[in-house]
């Protein structure tokens, strides 16, 4: 019997506090319901209107040399002179002497050649005497003439003896070259990018003493896609503008000269530009890396907007004459300074356009948003 009210009491007191939370629950009201208060985003819109557009084409290159050599004796000697122009740096005019080779070996030859071809020429005299001799003694021995041998008559060696003077005639002409070639001379307006050479130094057959750019042109080479060769007159003789992180403040011209005749591996074709005296004034210097800038084709109808406008490269976003968001889907035409060329497809609005020019992800058509000014 005692237990019974220690199971009964706790039965008890669980049931009341069911009843308790029970009537609780049911006096508990609901709260009136509230519609979510629409959030209208904030962007800013630029007016824009389809018109031609010209913008530039842009590409890259590296200055290259139109002529350059390399200055290499064509005889040996000791070099007694070199001149103070044959400078690293330093423009010559052509035919300037930049290095004088010790002459007095190759004006002794020449003097020697020249003896050689004075005894050459007493042997011809002598040797056609006695062709002529030859000739006397056997027409007065009654013979034919016609039966008489070549060497009977001497043929052979009066033409001996004429070939060795036509030999040491060669071998002047050249002791006389070599004496030239003592003195190595520009061989056009140049200027000078290496020097190896000086005083007391042997010179050497094929051995370089330095190197020369000539200073009339040089060439830039630019890759072109076939999309900017599609948009670039390649016949024009418009000049290209060339600039130089390297020179900033700096600007060169020239024009496209010709065409590179092989397609590079990503298609790309070569347009070679040509700029006429770049070492004078602030020089055009031969390996400079330099951004080119050329004048393109006119794009008609077409809208510029800002890069960031153009969203997945596909499509803008505009407002109608209700401020609410409409996809107009757009081309991509040509870039420049931050700024895309488009073309709409099938527009949905008239122009002039309320474009978007910094989209939010969150964009959904229909959407109304708060226009404001860049």
């Known amino acids: ?26 006096s508990k009201q609901d709260p009136p319901s509230r519609q979510p208060e629409e959030i209208t985003s904030e962007a800013e819109v630029i007016e824009v209107s389809p018109s ?28 007694v002179e070199v001149s103070p122009d044959f400078r690293v740096g330093k423009i ?39 062709a002529e001799q030859a000739i006397e003694d056997w027409k007065a021995s009654g013979r034919d003439l016609d039966k008489a041998s070549d060497f009977v008559l001497r043929k052979p060696q009066l033409k ?23 003195m190595i001379n520009a061989p056009f307006d140049a200027i000078v990018t290496s020097m190896t050479a000086s005083v007391g130094n042997l010179a050497n057959e094929q051995q370089p003493v330095g190197s020369l750019v000539a200073t009339e042109l040089v060439e830039v ?17 418009k000049d290209v503008t060339l600039t130089s992180p390297t020179k900033p403040g700096h600007e060169w011209k020239g024009p496209i000269a010709r ?17 006429k005296k770049p ?38 976003w505009a407002l109608d004459e209700n401020d609410k968001l409409v996809q107009l889907f757009a081309e991509r035409l040509a870039s420049e300074a931050g700024n895309l060329f488009v073309r709409l497809n099938d527009p949905s609005l008239s122009p002039p356009f309320r474009i978007i020019s910094r989209p939010l992800a969150n964009f959904e058509p229909g959407q109304k948003v708060i226009p404001s000014r860049p």
Do not use: C
Request: charged share 20%.
């Open 160 to 182: 001996a003896a004429l070939a060795k003077i036509e030999s040491m005639k060669a071998s002047i002409r050249k002791a006389k070259g070599d004496i030239g070639r003592t």
């Open 1 to 26: 019997m005692k237990i019974l009210p220690k199971i009964i009491l706790p039965l008890v007191l669980l049931g009341l506090a069911f009843l308790g939370f029970q009537m609780l629950k049911d």
């Open 279 to 316: 070492f004078d004034g602030e020089h055009l210097s031969i390996g400079l890396f330099v951004n080119a800038r050329l004048e393109a084709k006119p794009l008609p109808s077409a809208l510029k907007v800002p890069e960031a406008a153009l969203v997945n490269d596909s499509y803008l």
């Open 92 to 130: 010559v005019p052509r035919g300037t002497t930049l290095i004088w080779i010790d002459e007095k070996s190759y004006k002794s030859l020449l003097t020697q050649q020249e003896s050689n071809l004075a005894d050459a020429e007493l042997v011809y005299a002598e040797e056609k005497i006695r």
């Open 259 to 275: 065409i590179g005749p092989t397609i590079g591996e990503s298609q790309t074709l070569t347009a070679i530009v040509e700029v």
């Open 221 to 237: 080479r630019l890759p072109l896609t076939p999309e900017q060769a599609a948009r670039v007159d390649l016949s024009s003789e």
């Open 52 to 79: 031609e557009h010209r913008p530039q084409v842009e590409s890259f290159g590296t200055v290259q040399a139109h002529f350059q050599t390399t200055l290499t004796p064509q005889i040996s000697g000791l070099i």
